[in-house]
């Protein structure tokens, strides 16, 4: 009888292993580290979701069109940890994003540093790139 029951927990032990972790990509899979993108201009918004929030600004083409960009920051608690809250960032604040460019070549990008314009105050930065340990 024991040796029943310890087969059933060792087995559900294994099936649940086996269950997928929730959705969490790593840097590698969407970004392209040898696409190095530096971006300024307004934001438009922000989105304080999981797992990472994300910034969406408008910059300038170098035909002076106006360009649509995503970008990827760490986690909402990574940001709070850091003294960012929802109002940390405002649409119509221009910033400057240092980052890595999506791999599908979409105007997407993963963010190494964010600094306010205005101020030249540095909002974030990558471990990489000297800063606090990113998600």
């Known amino acids: 009888m024991r040796k029943s029951l310890l087969s059933i927990w060792v087995g559900a032990a294994w099936f649940l292993a086996a269950v997928p972790a929730s959705p969490h990509h790593a840097f590698a899979a969407e970004f392209d580290i040898n696409k190095p993108v530096s971006l300024t201009g307004p934001v438009t918004r922000m989105e304080w979701t999981n797992p990472h929030a994300w910034l969406f600004m408008e910059t300038r ?51 190494a540093s964010v600094t306010l314009t205005e101020t030249g105050e540095l909002l974030w930065e990558s471990v990489a790139r000297g800063g606090r340990e990113r998600d």
């Open 61 to 111: 083409g170098d035909d002076g069109s106006v360009q649509a960009w995503s970008v990827e920051l760490v986690g909402i608690n990574d940001l709070l940890r850091l003294g960012w809250g929802r109002d940390r960032v405002e649409v119509g604040d221009v910033i400057s994003v240092q980052g890595y460019g999506a791999k599908n070549g979409t105007n997407t990008a993963n963010a």
